[in-house]
């Protein structure tokens, strides 16, 4: 979890509100951007086609650079593109400053691979989980980590669940004062050559109310390849994984419609890197 961000509670909430009154809306207002294919710059669905999907609606969408994204977002309700906007430029800039201490902290230098960062992705992932309902399933969302190299996540109240690698077991993520999570993705762990793990995440329905969740997802651009970095590669630390790109991830998934239990980092590992 991360404080001290400088990220504003009126913005945040904004957001968390610009969320909750599009979720709101009529159905056929938000099905017009409901679609089953992964490259739409805007997309919006209830279903588990995605194999993760439990029991939650979902918007998603591309976010940077924003005056290229802004216009295809919902234009209801009124609130929706200068709340969110105004989060996810300020979700940017603290995943690149996050960044940065992470790549001087593998002793690569916080200026390592610079620009590709700055000219990368940011989708987000908005998300209404419903209120649990007794003798219903629980889980909103099932186990996975997420692709990029970080995830910023802002939620409404408690609901995340991470698995502590350590003792393989769920943990409760707990809801502090203007903290927001961050989760470690599958390209960096890639790019750390296995030093650094990817985080496994699920999302529990909340007994109490219904709950929103806003990942702001950081990447490369689209097309452009991560691979482990060559200076945390020798022969005691031969290569584990496979490049790919974002692009990779969403032919993967495309792929892989019908197989619930797919895993985009596991199909990254090298031969020996599996066995381990």
């Known amino acids: 979890m991360v404080i001290n961000h400088g990220i504003s509670q009126s913005v945040m909430d904004c957001a968390v509100k610009a969320a909750s009154d599009f979720f709101q809306l009529p159905s056929e207002i938000k099905e017009e951007f409901a679609s089953e294919d992964f490259r739409q710059p805007v997309r919006y669905d209830t279903s588990s086609k995605d194999g993760i999907s439990m029991s939650r609606a979902f918007l998603k969408h591309y976010a940077h650079p924003l005056s290229d994204w802004i216009q295809y977002w919902p234009q209801q309700p009124p609130i929706y593109r200068e709340y969110m906007g105004k989060y996810a430029v300020e979700a940017r800039r603290v995943a690149l400053q996050l960044i940065e201490a992470i790549l001087e902290g593998l002793g690569l230098g916080k200026e390592y691979l610079n620009e590709k960062f700055q000219e990368g992705s940011q989708l987000l992932s908005v998300n209404c989980y419903p209120k649990a309902s007794q003798g219903a399933t ?34 409760t993520a707990q ?18 050559n296995g030093l650094i793990k990817t985080v496994v995440h ?34 005691q630390n031969p290569q584990k994984y496979k490049e790919s790109s974002f692009s990779d991830f969403l032919d993967h998934l495309t792929a892989n419609m019908d197989n619930k239990q797919r895993n985009f980092l596991e199909s990254l590992k090298t031969l020996g890197s599996r066995a381990e």
């Open 175 to 192: 809801q502090l004062p203007h903290a927001l999570n961050v989760h470690l993705g599958d390209h960096m762990e890639v790019l750390s």
């Open 202 to 235: 699920r999302a529990l329905l909340n007994s109490e109310e219904a709950r929103i969740s806003i990942a702001s997802i950081h990447g490369f651009a689209l097309d452009e390849k991560v691979t482990c970095a060559k200076e945390l590669v020798d022969e």
């Open 138 to 171: 629980t889980i909103g969302l099932a186990p996975h980590s997420d692709y990029g190299f970080l995830t910023i996540l802002l939620t409404s109240c408690l609901g995340l669940e991470v698995v502590d690698r350590s003792s393989n077991s769920w943990r």
